[in-house]
C-alpha cells in the first residue's frame, strides 16, 4: 500500500525538531550506522544545529604539494581561526545536550528540554537493524522466566481485597469524594485484567487450566471475552509496531482518512486529537471481541465459552446490583469503575508504544527487535498505582518475552537495560505526556512518523 505524505517540521510543547527526509527507507544496518555516526556530529549551539562533516581527503581526493612560506601562513591562520571559533562556541553553547535519532527515515536532535516536553527522562538510540532476538533475551537472567505459583496466588488474593475495598469504600464515602474512590477502584479493576493477561501469556501459574479459569473469572466482571482477548492480543506481539497490522492501535493511513466520510472522518478525528482518546479501548473492546467471524474455526468454541461467561456475569450481577442499590447504584459501583480501568488500558497502551520518535513500519520493514526493544517504553507511574496493575508499566522485558512473570519484571529489565540500556525508552506518567499523545502521534507519515490532524486542514 503506497502512502502519500509531505515534508514537514512537527513541534513538541516549547522545543521543536525537525526531521531530515534521508535518501533511503530501507532498513540501515548496524555497521552503516556506526560509520554515519562517526562521520558526522552534531551540536547544538544556542538556537542553531552545526553539523560538522569529517574526512581524511581534501575535497578533490588528493593531498596538497604545495609548499612555501605562504602555506604556513594560511595555516597558521586557519587554526587562529578554528581557535577563535571553537572558543565562541564554548561561551555561546547551551547546557542542552542534542540527542540524535535515526530510524533510517528522518535524522531527528532532542535537546533535554524537548525530551521533557515529550513527557520523557529518556529517548534511546535507534536499534539498529537485525540484532539478533536470541542475543537480547540472552541479558535476561534465567530466573526471571520462572513462574512462581505462591507468587501468583498472593496476587491475585491482592486484586481480590484491592477490588473488595475499592467497592466498600465507594458505599461508604460521601458523593463529593466519589471521584476519588472511582480512579481507586478503576485502578483495581485494572489489575483483574493485568491478571488475566498474564494468564492468556501462560506466564502466570505453572497449570494451564487454572490459567484459562482464572483468566475467565477475572476478566468476565469486565465484560470482556478473555479468549477473543487473548487470541487478538496475540497479534499485537507478533506484529508491535507493524503498521496496520498491530492490533492494539496504529496511526491512521493518509488512504483510510480519504476513503471515509465526512462524518466517520470528524468523529475519528475527535476521539484521537481529543482527550476522547484515553477511553478509546471501548471501540477496540465493541469491535474484536464479541464478533466470531473474526476468528479462526478451531478458536470460535473458546471465544463463545467466554462471551458467555460475560454474559452469565452481566445476566446475575447487575439486576441484582439494580435491585438493591438502584441505578444510580449501578453508575456507582459497577459503570464508573469500568470507565477508570477503560482509561488506564488506553493509556497504557499507547504510553507503551508511542511517541513521536517511535515509528510504525511496514511490514517489508519491520523488523521485531527494533519493535520490541526500541519501540516500547518504560513508564513510572504512582507506586499504588504499579502495585494495583502489577508492573504492568516495566513493559519492555514484556515485550521481548511474553513468559517471563509479572512479578519477574524488574529483575529483566536490568538484566537488559545492563546491555541494551542505550536503547532503551523511559518515561514518566505526567500532563506533559498525556498532552503529546492527545496533540502529536495522529497519521502515519512514513518520513517523519506521524503527523497530526491540523497538517490536513486544508485537505479535509
Avoid at 86 to 115: C, H, K, L, N, P
Avoid at 256 to 280: C, H, N, Q
Avoid at 344 to 354: D, E, M, P
Wanted: hydrophobic share 40%; proline share 5%; aromatic share 12%.
Amino acid at each position: 500500500m503506497r502512502v502519500t505524505g509531505h515534508h514537514h517540521v512537527m513541534r513538541c510543547g516549547r522545543g521543536a525538531f525537525a526531521a531530515r527526509v534521508l535518501a533511503s527507507s530501507q532498513p540501515t544496518s548496524s555497521s552503516s550506522a556506526s560509520t554515519s555516526s562517526n562521520a558526522r556530529r552534531r551540536r547544538r549551539v544556542g538556537n542553531t544545529t552545526t553539523t560538522t562533516t569529517t574526512s581524511g581527503k581534501s575535497k578533490n581526493g588528493k593531498g596538497s604539494s604545495t609548499s612555501g612560506s605562504s602555506n604556513s601562513v594560511r595555516v597558521t591562520a586557519a587554526l587562529v581561526t578554528e581557535e577563535t571559533q571553537t572558543e565562541t562556541e564554548t561561551e555561546t553553547q547551551t547546557e542542552e545536550t542534542a540527542v540524535e535519532y535515526t530510524d533510517g527515515r528522518g535524522d531527528v536532535s532532542f535537546t533535554d528540554g524537548e525530551i521533557e516536553d515529550l513527557g520523557f527522562t529518556k529517548v534511546g538510540k535507534p536499534v539498529p537493524y537485525g540484532i539478533p532476538m536470541s542475543e537480547v533475551l540472552a541479558s535476561i537472567p534465567k530466573e526471571a522466566f520462572e513462574k512462581d505459583d505462591a507468587e501468583a496466588h498472593k496476587s491475585l488474593a491482592l486484586t481480590l481485597v484491592a477490588c473488595t475495598l475499592s467497592q466498600v469504600l465507594i458505599a461508604v464515602v460521601p458523593n463529593w469524594l466519589l471521584p476519588v474512590a472511582w480512579a481507586i477502584a478503576g485502578t483495581a479493576f485494572t489489575g483483574f485484567f493485568v491478571l488475566a493477561h498474564d494468564c492468556g501469556h501462560r506466564s502466570f501459574h505453572t497449570s494451564k487450566k487454572v490459567e484459562d479459569l482464572v483468566g475467565n473469572a477475572l476478566m468476565s466482571p469486565l465484560i470482556y471475552p478473555y479468549e477473543g482477548w487473548r487470541f487478538k492480543h496475540a497479534q499485537h506481539h507478533a506484529k508491535t509496531n507493524m503498521l496496520v497490522e498491530d492490533t492494539a492501535w496504529h496511526p491512521v493511513v493518509v488512504e483510510e482518512m480519504d476513503e471515509m466520510s465526512p462524518f466517520v472522518r470528524t468523529a475519528t478525528k475527535v476521539i484521537l486529537g481529543t482527550p476522547i482518546k484515553f477511553f478509546a479501548s471501548i471501540l477496540h473492546w465493541l469491535k474484536w471481541h464479541f464478533d466470531l467471524s473474526l476468528y479462526k474455526k478451531s478458536e470460535k468454541p473458546k471465544v463463545l465459552t467466554s462471551i458467555l461467561c460475560c454474559a452469565a456475569f452481566a445476566g446475575v450481577a447487575f439486576p441484582l446490583l439494580v435491585k438493591y442499590t438502584g441505578w444510580f447504584g449501578f453508575v456507582k459501583h459497577w459503570l464508573m469503575p469500568w470507565l477508570g480501568f477503560h482509561f488506564w488500558l488506553s493509556v497504557f497502551t499507547l504510553v507503551h508504544h508511542t511517541s513521536p520518535h517511535i515509528p510504525f513500519k511496514s511490514k517489508e520493514e519491520w523488523d521485531p527487535v527494533q519493535a520490541q526493544l526500541g519501540g516500547t517504553v518504560h513508564c513510572k507511574y504512582p507506586k499504588w498505582i504499579e502495585v494495583l496493575c502489577f508492573d504492568i508499566n516495566v513493559h519492555v522485558p514484556h515485550h521481548l518475552s511474553t513468559r517471563i512473570p509479572h512479578y519477574r519484571l524488574r529483575m529483566a529489565y536490568e538484566g537488559i537495560k545492563a546491555k541494551f540500556g542505550e536503547y532503551c525508552n523511559e518515561a514518566g506518567f505526567s500532563f506533559k505526556l498525556l498532552r503529546m499523545l492527545v496533540k502529536e502521534p495522529h497519521v502515519y507519515k512514513k518520513e517523519t512518523n506521524y503527523a497530526p490532524f491540523k497538517d490536513f486542514k486544508g485537505r479535509y
